[in-house]
């Protein structure tokens, strides 16, 4: 099914000059904001200031974030942790999904496997800081299974994703145990070590 048929694609903001941090201004996503692997921290977003900015700029929980620009052209969908409206900056794309067909959740998860990677690899613009365009989005096919399908894919994804980095942190944790008794016994082979001639 074509992303067209059933999204609303949206350019972000266009910030032509350099965006000024303001403390009581409005939270902004920026390209630097969504990880390689298609997460964006919405806790840690900074805020601007812009006196008028168009709604179509806004992101709204439900709404799914697109890299355009760079090595990795991942999606990110935003959850309930966005307790407010937030300004989208290009390059990135806003993604607004007709939630009758597709979960945000689905959809950000099937534009970053290989199949659309590959689309974005074939489609995109530039040399080494590539761009996809637009019509790269617009002519995107995906499989778009039934609701319950897609809801069972996304746990399922989001376990694997959780056993992945528990596995990593165990890997972790029993390096540094290792580490630490190589020390110890390095310590102990240097009290027990006489050089030659330290008995006279």
Known sequence: MRLVTFCAI????????????????????QLRDISPEGVVDTTRLARVHLDLVPDRYMVRSGDVVFRSRGQWNTASAIDEQLAERALAVMPLFILRPNCAIVFPEYLAWAINQQPTQRHFDATAQGGSMRMVPKSSLDELELDIPDLATQRGLIEISALAERERGLAALVAEKRKRLINLRLIEHAKAGARSFKPLGAHK
């Open 10 to 29: 949206y350019p972000g903001f266009p910030a032509r000059t350099g965006l000024r941090p303001a403390l009581d201004g409005i939270l902004a996503i």
